[in-house]
């Protein structure tokens, strides 16, 4: 079955959103670790597809050795998994672009993984303040890169984005199928 994996920043509201995704009547969601580490969760979704929460990266408190075995965890995940078939990376919309973040996808580029970007939080700022930061950050990303990736704008808190992050990924799903 098809993965679709969050990751995002310590504190970027990733497991909001994936309450936010998965708390709601019509999906029905079952909590699966066929991995080999408790690190990441799979959440079997409409016995379809499964939502794969990865840990945040860059923790500034955890040790250095702790953060490049959690790196290679995530990494590895990311590298071998055949039936990962799109990877979330979320963004906090209030923040300006970060290299952590930057260089991520970068990687996530150069590796041949495809992704879409989910900017979170967009309560948290005015609709004028909202779309100069994306123009930002969009302008940041079309230094390294020729096309945007998808981008998706979400609240967890006003329940915002929820529907078009899941037809996304059902549309996805869809072409899978056929
Ligand atoms: P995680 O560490 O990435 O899993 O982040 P959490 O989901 O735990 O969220 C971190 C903090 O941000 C918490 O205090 C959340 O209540 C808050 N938060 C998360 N999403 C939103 C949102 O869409 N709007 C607002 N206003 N706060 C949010």
Redesign the pocket.
Known sequence: KPEYAFI?R???????LINMLTNKKGLAMTSQTPGKTLLINHFLINNEWYLVDLP?YGFAQRGKENREQLKRIIENYILDREQLTNLFVLLDCRHEAQKIDLEFMEWLGESGVPFSIIF??I??ISKGRLKENLKVYTDKLLETWEELPPIFL????KKEGRDEILDYIESINNSLNN
């Open positions: 995002g310590s504190n970027v509201g990733k497991s909001s945040g979170t939080k309560d948290k979400s609240s967890s808190e």
